[in-house]
C-alpha cells in the first residue's frame, strides 16, 4: 500500500549540476503533480500531467522539466541547477482535484 | 496574484478549545475546497472538503464553513488536540481548472498542552 512514492528524500546539488526527481504512484491515478515549498510561499505548482504522455506548465516552471512516458511514473528534471532551487519539493497524484491528492514523503534538496 | 490567502501565519491554542483557521480566495470561479494537514517531514494529507453548493462540512471534530459571498472558509477544530499541532493549508479548485489545485500559504497551528 505504497500510495506515491517520491526518490530521493534528501540531495544535496552544487550549481550547474542536473538531478532528475521521481515520482511513482501505484493507485492508478491519471493526474500527477510536482509542487516546491518554500517558507512563506506555501506549495506552488511546478508541472502537472492529466495522463500518460501529456505535460503542462504551472505557476513556476521555470528551470524544470518534467516526462511522463509511464502512467505511474512522473519525473522532474533539473538541468543546471540554482540555489533559488533550494526547496522542498512534493510529488502527487489524484483521480481528479475534487478527489483530492495523495501526496509523497517529499525530497528536500539544496543547491549550493 | 495569490489567488488562496492565509493570513495568519501561526496560531496557539490551548489542548480542548476550538481552533479557527481561516482562508480566503480571490478567484470568483472556485468551486470546491479542501483542507490538507501536514507535519515535519511528511507530505500533506487530506482532512476535509466542501463544495460550493454546501456552507459547511464536518466531519467528527472538524468542520469547514464556506461564506461565498465573502469569499472565504474556516476550518473548525474542537475540542483541539496536541496531535492537531501542524500545517494547515487550503486548497481551492475551479470546474474547468484541469484539476489543479490551488494552494494557500499555510498557517502553522500549535496546541498548547
Known amino acids: 500500500n505504497a500510495g506515491v512514492t517520491q526518490t530521493p528524500k534528501f540531495r544535496v546539488l552544487k550549481t550547474g549540476q542536473s538531478m532528475t526527481l521521481l515520482c511513482a504512484q501505484d493507485m492508478n491515478h491519471e493526474y500527477m503533480y510536482w509542487y516546491r515549498q518554500d517558507p512563506g510561499m506555501g506549495l506552488r505548482l511546478i508541472h502537472y500531467?492529466?495522463?500518460?504522455?501529456?505535460?503542462a506548465k504551472g505557476e513556476v516552471p521555470d528551470g524544470y522539466n518534467v516526462s511522463r512516458l509511464k502512467k505511474q511514473n512522473f519525473l522532474l528534471g533539473l538541468e543546471s541547477a540554482a540555489p533559488s532551487q533550494t526547496s522542498v519539493y512534493f510529488c502527487?497524484?489524484?483521480?481528479?482535484?475534487?478527489?483530492?491528492?495523495?501526496f509523497g514523503s517529499g525530497t528536500r534538496l539544496t543547491v549550493v | 496574484d495569490q489567488q488562496v490567502k492565509q493570513n495568519s501565519p501561526s496560531l496557539s491554542v490551548q489542548e480542548g478549545r476550538i481552533s479557527i483557521l481561516n482562508c480566503d480566495y480571490t478567484?470568483?470561479?472556485?468551486?470546491?475546497f479542501l483542507w490538507y494537514k501536514k507535519y515535519p517531514a511528511e507530505g500533506p494529507t487530506f482532512l476535509i472538503s466542501i463544495s460550493s453548493i454546501k456552507d459547511k462540512n464536518e466531519d467528527g471534530r472538524f468542520t469547514v464553513f464556506l461564506n461565498k459571498s465573502a469569499k472565504h472558509l474556516s476550518l473548525h477544530i474542537v475540542p483541539s488536540q496536541p496531535g492537531d499541532s501542524a500545517v494547515y493549508f487550503c486548497a481551492a479548485s475551479a470546474l474547468f481548472g484541469n484539476e489543479k489545485l490551488t494552494f494557500g500559504t499555510g498557517t502553522r497551528l500549535t496546541i498548547i498542552p
Open positions: 502527487a497524484s489524484s483521480q481528479g482535484a475534487y478527489y483530492g491528492y495523495t
Open positions: 478567484n470568483s470561479m472556485f468551486d470546491y
Open positions: 500531467s492529466v495522463g500518460e504522455g501529456t505535460t
